[in-house]
């Protein structure tokens, strides 16, 4: 609801890293270009989710490799459009819920010895994810 709530000059403002959540490099995409980041990330993130429910353990993948992914959508995407991008966040939430409202118990308990299950790394991953950019865009309109 929050981003939908978006003017189209605050769609296009420069946003701040969220203050609950420090982790790679400082924000320097504008509001848009994250909103279209996180509705794109879905599919990979949920794949992460689905890989760890299945086989226990989560494709490889580190920060690196997600800092250049990022930087590169960011080029491909400088000023996505405001309503296709808000359609594509809404299609790519529902998914991600169709997909695991199912899980049962035991398959949310899957997970390396001492690591995350696949039920924190929904919680701290897929929805994380979500958190972490909300409070960014959040931050950007302090009192908003």
Excluded: C, K
Excluded at 3 to 16: H, I, P, Y
Excluded at 27 to 39: N, P, S, T
Excluded at 134 to 143: E, H, K, N, R, V
Aim: no cysteine; glycine share 10%; aromatic share 4%.
């Amino acid at each position: 609801g929050y981003v939908r709530r978006l003017t189209a000059e605050q769609w296009r403002t420069q946003a701040v890293n969220s203050p609950d959540i420090v982790l790679g490099e400082d924000e320097d995409r504008l509001v848009g270009v994250v909103v279209h980041h996180v509705a794109t990330s879905f599919p990979s993130i949920l794949s992460r989710v689905l890989a760890r429910v299945e086989t226990g353990e989560a494709p490889p993948g580190g920060r690196e490799e997600f800092d250049r992914t990022n930087a590169a959508h960011a080029l491909e995407h400088p000023d996505p459009d405001q309503a296709e991008t808000l359609a594509l966040l809404a299609q790519r939430v529902a998914e991600a819920a169709i997909a695991v409202s199912p899980l049962t118990d035991e398959e949310l308990v899957r997970g390396p010895e001492g690591g995350m299950n696949a039920g924190d790394f929904i919680r701290r991953v897929l929805i994380g994810h979500i958190t972490w950019h909300l409070g960014s865009i959040q931050a950007t309109f302090p009192g908003r």
